[in-house]
Structures are given as C-alpha cells and as structure tokens.
C-alpha cells in the first residue's frame, strides 16, 4: 500500500480513498443502491421538487416571477454544461481510477476527463435556479445536489475537487446569469399567464379570484377610504 501512502499526501487524494473505501466495506446491495441515486437518482429526485415547487409557487402573488426562476433553471444547467466542454478539454484531468489504484468502481466504462463533474454542475446549476424561484424548495434542490456530489465520489469516477469545481461552475452560471435571464424570462411567463389556453401553466386557474376576494394585503384590491366617505355620503341623500 506504498502507493496509497504517498497519494495520502494529497489531500484530494486521500479524501477520495477515505470515501470511496466506504463503498469496498459495504454490502453490495448498498452499492447498487449509491450507483442508483448517484447516476440517476438525484436527476430524478430534482425533477420531481422542480415539479413539486412549480405545483405551488402558481397559486402564490409571485407566481411569474418564481415560475421564470424555474424556467431558468435547466437553461443554467444547459449552459453550465457548455461552459464545461472548453474546461474538461483544457485542464484533461483523467478520470481517479486511471491513476490511482485500490479504488472500488461501481460503474464502468467512463473514458472522458474527469474535472468538472457533468452531473455535479448539472445538479448544482438546477438547484440554484429552484432556488431562485423558491427558498424552501430550493434548499431541498441544493439538498439532493449534494448528495449527487457524495454519490460520485463513492462510485470512485470523480475526486473530490472534481465535484467542488461542478458546484461551483453551476452556481456562478446560475446566479450571474440570473438577473438577465429573469429580465428576458419575466415578461415572457406574464404574457404566457395572461392567455386563456395556457396561462394554468403560469398561474393556477381562480388563484387571481382568490386573490381579489380575500382583500387587501391578500392580493385583492384596495378600498380607499375616500371611496367608502363618497358612498356614504350619497347614501345618506338618496334616504
């Protein structure tokens, strides 16, 4: 175990061992189980808070907004995507198991670069867009990313920084693009909210009516006190 000794050094290196080495001392229903969630789990669990969070945000009084904030998020992720081609073919870091030895891999078959890791700024990017359309569910979103983060490193097909720069590339595209995109985004999803075909796609059906019935504060329309001095008073000369 020389080898391993003196990739010790390495505290990228020792931390992948440190994790990966989990996956060699768990059963192997476990593993199949983290190769799951790590390759395609986390993907899915993301789609269904996207969903889940569009579901709610179009009965609330933002709802343009947030569901612009949601359209963004896989136009982040798309372009998060892109800006990594460029990255992975400058930096050509191999992939750990192809320079380091003892690493148990549970998916086989990866020959392109290493750093970033597609699926960490993938997740990331998507879990900030949640986030900027909707706090709690984007705390879930970041939730899940993380994990997918954890997964691959465990699966032994990414070191660690590999999924730290992955993070770190979605959130910049997602957050410095944001302000942007929500300006192209916004006014698209209002128009889209004011149509009778497919507005429910921005605005759930009677979340307006609801609105204006609950009164001020509510999203109803305000009753202003002169208004109410006006009525009365032609009300007291009509009796």
């Known amino acids: 175990m020389a080898g391993l000794a003196l990739d010790g050094a390495n505290p990228d290196v020792s931390l992948l061992y440190d994790i990966n080495g989990l996956a060699a001392d768990a059963p192997g229903w476990f593993d199949r ?14 789609v269904l808070v996207a969903l889940w969070c569009w579901w709610s945000v179009r009965r609330r009084e933002d709802a343009v907004t947030s569901v ?22 400058f930096v050509e870091r191999p992939r750990p198991f192809n320079d380091h030895k003892g690493l148990e891999v549970l998916i086989a078959g ?9 699926h960490a700024t993938l ?3 998507i879990a900030v867009g949640v986030f900027v359309a909707n706090r709690r569910f984007g705390l879930a979103a970041i939730g899940l990313a993380v994990v997918a983060g954890f997964c691959r490193v465990y699966m032994g097909v990414h070191y660690p920084t ?10 910049a595209v997602a957050l410095l693009l944001a302000p942007v995109a929500m300006a192209l985004l916004t006014p698209l999803m209002a128009a889209i909210a ?6 429910w796609l921005v605005r759930a059906k009677g979340s307006a009516a609801r609105g204006a019935a609950a009164g001020p ?5 305000a009753v202003v006190p002169a208004q109410r001095a006006g009525d009365s008073e032609r009300n007291d000369l009509a009796a």
């Open 194 to 199: 004011r149509s009778q075909k497919v507005g």
């Open 33 to 46: 189980v983290m190769e799951l969630v790590g390759e395609y789990g986390t993907m899915f669990g993301m």
């Open 68 to 89: 612009a904030g949601l359209v963004w998020a896989p136009l982040a992720a798309g372009i998060a995507l892109l800006i990594n081609i460029p990255i992975r073919g």
């Open 217 to 221: 504060g509510l999203g109803g329309p």
């Open 110 to 118: 990866k020959t392109d670069y290493s750093f970033v890791s597609d």
């Open 162 to 171: 590999d999924v730290i720069g992955g993070f770190a590339l979605g959130t």
């Open 123 to 125: 997740a990331m990017a």
